[in-house]
């Protein structure tokens, strides 16, 4: 379901601290960042429950970005800052290296036409190897069984190593750790696999 556009989004954005309009932002190694952050469930959960650790969430629509920022001041979050920005502008963003980057319950861009829109198409695998430290890690969750398939085969296509896999999240080892979103509850609810992957990109 799509949220209805909201005017006040991005302004209630620009008033916060939280909000980052200048950059590059340079990245420490222990920093995280999340690609495509949605409404934040996850990644605040992950600041709460690492206060000594930055976060960093890219959600490309000041609507959406405005319910990651409506969390972090209900829940006192002091470590997590926003960016409304496209990931392709990547370069652009930071500078710096970072240990982990997270998709999460990215858009599958189903039609062919859209291939090169997913996130885990060449042209953004290429640009993640940009700021992953040296061992560096992309972690990837989604319920999309077609759009998980082509993340295999693309990350294996571009010199990127898988280093572990499942296709049913909730009933692996992964499970202890998982936050899930309202999302993943719903599908897992009715029956629905979620599939998960950690790859780094192979050495040069």
Do not use: C
Request: glycine fraction near 4%; proline fraction near 3%; charge should be positive.
């Amino acid at each position: 379901m799509r949220l209805r556009h909201d005017k006040t989004a991005q302004e209630e954005l620009n008033k916060s601290e939280f909000y980052l309009k200048t950059f590059p932002v340079h990245l420490k190694e222990n920093n995280v960042l999340e690609i495509g952050a949605g409404k934040g469930e996850m990644i605040t959960q992950l600041a709460l429950q690492n206060p000594d650790i930055t976060y960093y969430a890219l959600e490309k629509y000041p609507t959406v970005a405005k319910k990651i920022l409506t969390k972090i001041q209900k829940l006192n979050i002091h470590n997590l800052f926003i960016l409304t920005e496209d990931a392709i502008k990547i370069p652009e963003l930071f500078v710096g290296k970072i240990d982990t980057i997270w998709l999460t319950f990215s858009d599958p861009w189903p039609k062919k036409a859209h291939t090169k829109r997913r996130l885990t198409y060449k042209t953004f695998l290429d640009l993640y190897k940009t700021i992953l430290s040296s061992e560096g890690k992309l972690y990837f969750k989604t319920d999309n069984d077609k759009l998980f398939d082509f993340s295999l085969e693309s990350l294996n296509e571009n010199n990127w190593e898988i280093l572990d896999h499942t296709r049913d999240l909730h009933q692996s080892k992964y499970n202890d750790t998982n936050i899930k979103t309202g999302y993943e509850t719903k599908w897992s609810e009715q029956g629905k696999n979620i599939n998960f992957l950690i790859a780094k990109p192979k050495k040069d």
